[in-house]
């Protein structure tokens, strides 16, 4: 049986990562193959895309710069990672995936939803998340916890921040079968035992 694509999803610092390292740590307790990977990166190129988009230096990055940087990695690791390993029936747990593009470069960068989800079906070569946790956290509470030394997307402060907030919401309510909130503001336990019971269904029955 091919295995599950799980996504994690948030505004960083939201807790999204911390998250989709305790549900690895889950699937392995219930005896399943699961790999972690995180976009942009995974690979050689997605990786070093992620330097180039990280890059403070690169401040003049025009949003659709920005954005096939985003699709050339997610066509790299989709084909040469994330499809192979759901073949062979191990599961993929995503730090970020299609859904933070149309997020941040969509709705945020007012690219457009529907031109930016076309794109990441053809990045992806129409394959979508089993299911994806958006982790939900106010944008001051979440760039308190961003490190010393924010990155070019994390340096966009507080009101792009409620903006990609704002993206992931209407995605939520468009998407409710697929994409589940999560409130990422409680403590981490706490959290997680939701994030694991929204999926209980899916790996125990």
Known sequence: MKGYL?????????????????FQEYLHSLGRSAILLRE????????????????????????????FLFLAARAQITSTVIEPALEQ????????FLDSTTAYQGYARNLGIEETAYLNLLATGGLFP??????????LTALSRVGVEPDRLESEGIEF?????EGF?????????????????GEIDVVRADIEDRVKHLFIG
Do not use: Y
């Open 40 to 67: 942009p990166g995974g690979t050689d190129i997605g990786e070093k895309i992620r330097s180039l988009l990280a890059d403070k230096n690169h401040s003049d990055m025009s949003p659709f710069t920005e954005l």
């Open 130 to 139: 089993d299911i994806t946790f958006v982790i939900d956290c106010d944008p």
């Open 169 to 185: 919401i209407k995605l939520c309510v468009t998407e409710p079968d697929r994409l589940k909130l999560i409130d990422g503001s």
């Open 6 to 22: 799980i996504t994690f999803e948030g505004i960083d610092g939201s807790g999204k990562s911390t998250q989709a390292r305790l």
């Open 89 to 96: 029936g191990d599961d993929v747990i995503m730090d970020r």
């Open 161 to 165: 921040m409620k903006k990609v907030r």
